[in-house]
């Protein structure tokens, strides 16, 4: 899987996010169901039980063909 991240993603986690790295945003949408989003019609969100931490992700992201465009990630607990 290819991962692309956007502008918004990379300003984030350089900031406050350092602890979301790429292997766990795989590994939720890997595990997780691909769920619709509720306003946009083309974006797809994950949401996982990360098993190190044992805290729930959710990835908003686009899917083109082998591609994955990260959007954000963040922590529901």
């Not at 098993?51 to 607990?77: C, H, M």
Request: proline share 1%.
């Amino acid at each position: 899987m290819k991962i692309k991240y956007s502008k918004h993603w990379i300003r984030k986690q350089k900031d406050k996010k350092k602890d979301i790295t790429k292997d766990i945003i795989e590994y939720c949408i890997k595990n997780s169901n691909q769920l619709k989003d509720k306003y946009w019609t083309d974006v797809f969100n994950a949401i996982s039980k990360i098993p190190v931490s044992g805290r729930i992700l959710k990835v908003v992201y686009k899917k083109e063909n082998q591609k994955v465009f990260i959007i954000t990630a963040y922590w529901l607990d």
